[in-house]
């Protein structure tokens, strides 16, 4: 496999990315109780971009001072406290050569810390299964959500909308709404969260209309040249063996829709991305995302080795892959790669959980020169 297609550089809209390398959104919970982002998350993020990395999504981002906020020490972009917060993390990113991209995240009934309200909110009265995350601070099954009314349909959406405004006017390059992993846009998706009668609920594509009306809302307001894209799975925070109920069927009705708005990408996720995500012999997710969207394609999920990352390039299955543990493990290992240096495996216990503050000269160390 030729491992050189990780460093062509390669488009998003009109932004140019120098190589096929993107920092996962991943779940930090360092920012300030209010949800203000600090000097902890700028060292955290900056690093990746000192390292090698063409872009950065950032960790899911709550929208509101309402229900949307999922984890206690969240990031928010939901007021102008949050967006001035924001300026410095991004602009010390993009100060050293890659791009940020803006995770906009509403947790829906999935939702286990939230400083606004003790209230959660889903599509249906159906909590998501199995329990809260206890590494982020959970413990035991999720709450009852209340099922979203029509009112409240329309102020997720312009949370959304205005999240993506503040976004804009903190620097970011682009925004990726969160519709994967069992938050809420994913949880209109699945059928087993989703009973609802009304437009918003029944078919695979009633199921959809969220998703695509919040896409064409925020489009209006940040314009043609703004980077708007969407991470996609079928696997859920706490259901990691879900599969759309229709297979590859679902997939093509899912991604052709997708394909047919103003996104710039679709990003997929699943537990392994050089995987069959339908069944043996079907498709990876991201193929699909491919063939049906015919959009720029994130690849995500166990791509960290170079050869798993080249080959789905290579066979014009994504454009790009995405890092999560392994960006953890080694946050310089598009260097590590280019260089055939040894890549460090991932430690559940000492690099999943929120890091202590990163020093210029433990970040020194960490680069491969």
Known sequence: MN?????????IKNK???NRFVVAPMTRISAERDGQANETMQHYYERYAKCGYSAVISEGIYLDESYSQGYNNQPGLANDAHTEAWKPVVRAVQDNGSLMIAQLMHAGGQ????IYTGETIAPSSAAPKGEQLSFYGGSGPFQTPKAAEMEDLQQIKAAFVQSALRAKEAGFDGVELHGANGYLLDQFLTDYLNDRKDAYGGSIENRLRLILEIIEEVREVVGESYIIGIRMSQIKVTDSEHKWAGGEKDAKIIFSALGN????????????????AFGENSRTLADAAKTYGKLQVIANGGLGTPEKAAAV?????????????????????PNRVEKEKHLQEFDFENTLLPQAEIKEHELNQTIVK
């Open 3 to 11: 491992q050189k297609v990780l460093f062509t550089p390669s488009q």
């Open 111 to 114: 939702s286990q810390g939230n």
């Open 261 to 276: 708005t103003s996104l710039n990408y679709v990003h997929v996720t699943d537990g392994d991305g050089s995987a069959p």
């Open 16 to 18: 140019t990315l120098a």
């Open 313 to 333: 390039i290579e066979n014009n299955e994504a454009d790009f892959v995405s890092l999560g543990t392994s960006a953890l493990a080694n946050p310089d290992l």
